[in-house]
Structure formats: C-alpha cells, structure tokens
C-alpha cells in the first residue's frame, strides 16, 4: 500500500512518509525460535523492545534503531527463562541488552532489505534481515494516526556472538521473525 506521501529515490518510491516514527510496542513483537537437541524448535519472545524508524529524503537515508531488553525473555516456561538469563547462558547481569542499528535498506515496494550491526553484549556482526512492508493504514481509534506494518526475518548464530553455551542441546542458528508497528509522525 503506497500512500501520496511517498518520497521518490531514483525510481523507487518510499512507502512512507519522511520524518521520525515512533514504535508502537502494542502491536509489535521481537520472537525467535531455536532447535533443542536437533529435533524440535523451542520458540520464545523478548517483550521489552524499544526502536525508532527515520525516513529521510531517500532509501539511502532511512535508519532503524532497536535495544531489546535480554531479561524480558519468554519461552512460556518461567524455569527455563531463568536459567537461559543466568550467567552460563545468555548472562543477561553482563548482558543487559542487545542493539541493532541499520547500515543500509534497499528494495522497493513491499519487498526491502535491511543490512545492520547486532551488538549482544561487547560483540558486534552485521545481520541481514529480510522485511516485507505490510501497508499504511489509518487507525480507527481517535488521534492514533497512522500506523506502517512491517515484519522482518533473519537468522544468527549464537556461536558468532560467543553464546556457545550447550552445544548439542540448543542449535547454533537462531530465527528472528519481528512483527514491529510504527506511528507516523504527526507533522507528516
């Protein structure tokens, strides 16, 4: 869904408007699933997510910024989550937070990339992350203003971030899938 605000770039046109989004962290959800022991997917969430969108004047110009809080960790087990924030596992007294910033975002349409730098703990690798625009609409509670969707998947490796913990019993490769909602801004 392309709105008249779009900016164009070239030949691609932005679906959104300029300016700084705000996260609406109602709608919007950092989940990730991970194989135990080579036979099943544990999923879980991170329900303490804080990110910024910035539209500029061009693709070239739009920044995405998140700090999840490692301690809002949930797998719908409360024994598991506190052993996955003690200190032989994910640390999170050392660990606090992991932050993405974006490097880079291409794409047109619904369809974009996003390259970026994950930071988990003093570590920092880039991660790629695959994001489908899904649409603008205005939303129908008085002053909530307009809403963008997006979800973006990716993939880690745990090891790549010294998380190494448990070989064997929990895989390397970590799905990321994030369902994120932004408000546009108000003078837009």
Known sequence: MTNDTSLATGTTALPIASGRWELDPLHSAVNFSIRHMGIAKVR???STVRAELYVGATAEDV???????LASIDTGNADRDAHVRASDLL???ER???TYRSTRVT???GDWTMEGELTI???TRPVTLAVEFGGLVEMPVEG??????FEATGEIRRSDFGLGFAPGVLGDVVKIQLDMQFVEPRDA
Not at 63 to 69: E, G, L, W
Not at 144 to 149: K, S, V
């Open 121 to 123: 703990g003093d570590v």
């Open 144 to 149: 909530a203003g307009r809403h963008a969707g």
């Open 44 to 46: 879980g969430r991170f």
């Open 107 to 109: 794409g047109e349409g």
């Open 91 to 93: 640390d999170v007294a």
């Open 96 to 98: 606090p937070t992991m």
């Open 63 to 69: 920044r995405v910024s998140a700090t999840i809080d």
